[in-house]
């Protein structure tokens, strides 16, 4: 990548869950040492069933968690402390959308308490100043006339209305990347569309690079488009490139699954892959895992996937995936691809 403006390397993350035998400390392993990049006014979408580690891998791309090895570097700078002014700035870059607003934001605050602080302590200009990129914020997120919100409070508005205070407060410090956290999860699916433009917009007017999170296959499709996206399982990046190429034909056997779930939006195309619900549960992530953590619900493992962890290969069409045996997708639409497995008719 040319130009990259978030960069991940070797990132992995463990939290401390208790002890074990004789004090030693038991470790949760969320997620593997994982490396991407994110360039500047890029849309990458990150999906994934829930556990997965999708919010874990956001809150460590946004600094809200500490990385347990590897690096994040923003423009080419790493963050050694959050407390000295080059990890304020570099930080500062990088802001998260959470997907529940209504705890996002303090319900003792109005919303221009809300927008005007930040840009205050962040020494972006004094109060009259923060008041007016506020009201600039506001109708930059679609709330017209923004001079009739400042005085409100939380709990006066719906909660597209809060989501769209909480994207125009990520906005009040100038980052270069939004984390967008499943953030239309918890709205009603008749403002989805809204919110998503909303996001689309401003990065082509900010030029402001957005990371999507979210478990929808369908959303990440249509946000994504013409840009990339990511699957992670286990902790793991198990399938990364362009979104039409992932989602329309997906290489490895757990993205086909979730593929098979995503309806199609024209009514004549009727994608038969013959694969059923995904049986089994995630790996336990206090037990390392010799082989690939998707052995155990895979139709296609073979000997080695059991004994060796697959690494992320990058193909000549720019698409990577961590398998030992990736499949063709027309293969696995047309049923000719085990049909006695598991997961299969």
Request: hydrophobic residues 40%; neutral net charge.
């Amino acid at each position: 990548m040319s130009d990259p403006v978030l960069e991940l390397k070797d990132v992995s993350k463990y939290y401390r869950v208790g002890r074990g035998l004789f004090g030693t400390k038991k470790m949760l392993r969320a997620l593997q040492p994982l490396s991407f990049a994110v360039a500047r006014g890029e849309i990458l979408s990150i999906v994934g069933e829930s556990g997965c580690g999708k919010s874990t891998l956001g809150k460590l791309m946004s600094f809200v968690t500490p990385v347990t090895t590897g690096e994040v570097t923003v423009d080419g700078k790493t963050v050694h402390s959050l407390t000295d002014r080059t990890g304020r700035d570099v930080r500062r870059a990088v802001q998260i959308v959470h997907q529940d607003p209504y705890a996002a934001l303090n319900p003792r605050k109005t919303v221009g308490s809300i927008l005007i602080t930040p840009i205050v302590a962040n020494h972006l200009g004094n109060r009259q100043e923060a008041k007016r990129r506020a009201v600039e914020l506001l109708e930059l997120v679609g709330l017209h006339p923004a001079a009739n919100y400042l005085g409100k409070y939380p709990f006066e508005l719906s909660g597209g209305q809060r989501q769209r205070v909480v994207i125009a407060r990520a906005l009040t410090v100038n980052p270069k990347v939004i984390v967008a956290d499943e953030a239309v999860s918890m709205i009603d699916v008749s403002l989805r569309q809204s919110i998503l433009t909303t996001l689309k917009d401003l990065r082509t007017r900010l030029g402001v690079a957005v990371v999507f999170i979210t478990h929808d296959l369908a959303l990440a499709r249509h946000f994504s488009a013409g840009h990339n996206t990511m699957v992670m399982y286990a902790g793991q990046i198990v399938e990364y490139g362009p979104t039409e190429e992932v989602i329309e034909n997906p290489r490895h056997p757990y993205t086909a699954i979730l593929r098979s779930t995503v309806l199609d939006p024209d009514p004549d195309v009727v994608h038969d892959s013959g694969l059923k619900a995904l049986p089994g549960e995630l790996p336990d992530l206090n037990v390392e895992i010799p082989g690939c953590p998707f052995v155990n619900r895979c139709p296609l493992a073979s000997d080695i996937c059991h004994t060796h962890q697959p690494h992320l290969q990058k193909d000549l069409t720019g698409r990577s995936v961590a398998c030992h045996t990736p499949i063709e997708w027309s293969d696995v639409s047309g049923g000719e691809m085990l049909a006695s497995a598991t997961l299969f008719d």
